[in-house]
């Protein structure tokens, strides 16, 4: 990774499948990515990754989360990034299926492209549970 970043003008973002601030680390030092995509379901959620994003602000390199796992994660991850600093973009996977909107109590507050932080308790929302049983697998 660290001769595929040196060697390409197009910065290379990566870090998806990685799950502790120890692997980033290594990808960081070795100045492997431009840009890194840590996962709030891998990492082990809101405090792992703001270690994470912290540990890459030191080494000058913005996070681009990884985020394609449903709504509440998509909530949890961009608290997250409206309080770090190296925060550069927001992956969220958006109309996958036609219920996605019901999980929550209300929809994702998508403005011009942009997700409205709410001022809610918590990630601002609550959970559909009757919805959210309509759709378990087992």
Request: glycine content about 6%.
């Amino acid at each position: 990774m660290a001769k595929v970043s040196a060697a390409s003008s197009t910065p290379i973002c990566t870090g998806e499948l990685l799950n502790t601030r120890y692997e980033f680390r290594e990808l960081l030092e070795n100045q492997a990515a431009d840009i890194i995509m840590p996962d709030i379901a891998r990492t082990g959620g809101v405090l792992e990754m703001k270690k994470i994003a912290a540990l890459a602000d030191t080494y000058y390199i913005p996070i681009a989360p990884h985020n394609m796992v449903g709504p509440i994660a998509t909530m949890a991850s961009a608290h997250l990034c409206g309080c770090v600093p190296n925060f550069l973009i927001l992956e969220f996977q958006l109309g996958d299926v036609e219920w996605r909107d019901k999980l929550l109590d209300k929809p994702v507050p998508i403005v011009d492209g942009c997700i409205e932080l709410p001022t809610e308790p918590g990630i601002g929302f609550e959970l559909n549970r009757k919805e959210l049983k309509k759709h378990l697998v087992e």
